[in-house]
């Protein structure tokens, strides 16, 4: 089955996700992680692209970006041709160094930002790259730490996620670690890495739930969000591909 075109608009938020060939690693050092973030800025400045969260683990990294002056794919092509490139020169090594397509999931915001944000750096704790909350606050390789005031990337949108939490920037950032901090206990939240009528509505009993019910919703593997923003994402794709 041919893959289907990623869909992309100005003020899109895409969960972008980015693993190594073969599940093997990208990063193999600080050094490396260094000039990816580094990169990653740049480009994230140069093409207007705002950022609300991002972690790097071992063998991939996540992104929660909303389309500015370039598309995403755009973005993605310059950040991952030119840090493989890096990484292959500076290891010794030939080849391709991502899987040939990045996972982009383009999400409702209203739903999912915030519950994308807190997955998206919680994620290296699950994975025990870190040992606790303290110590995600403090890693520079996350966008967690930013938030908290921790650490500086001027190319993360921080004023844009700490409002929804408070005006005062105090407040905001207690609101937001407590947030943070209860969503240890709901899990990986699988369904957040990924589109689909299944994940968009939590699981299998709810899309059960709407089938004896008689509801209908539009679904798209491309796109986390309820039936009524499907529809619309589609409807304006369409009118794009129709206007080029």
Known sequence: MPRQARIDAPGALHHVIVRGIARRRVFNDDADRDFFVERLGRILIDSETQCFAWSLMPNHFYLLLKTGAGPIAWVMKRLLTGYAMHYNRRHRRNGHLFQNRYKSILCQEDAYLLELVRYIHLNPLRAKLVADMKALGKS????????????????????????????????????????????????????LAGGGLIRSLGGWSAAKALRKAGALQKGDERILGDGEFVEKVLAQAQEAFERK
Request: one cysteine or more.
């Open 140 to 191: 520079p390789y996350s966008g967690h730490g930013v938030l908290l005031g921790n650490g500086v990337a001027e190319w993360q949108d921080t004023t844009y996620v700490l409002r929804l939490f408070g005006e005062r920037v105090s407040v905001a950032r207690r609101c937001y670690r407590e947030f943070v901090q209860k969503g240890i206990a709901a899990g990986r939240r699988r369904e």
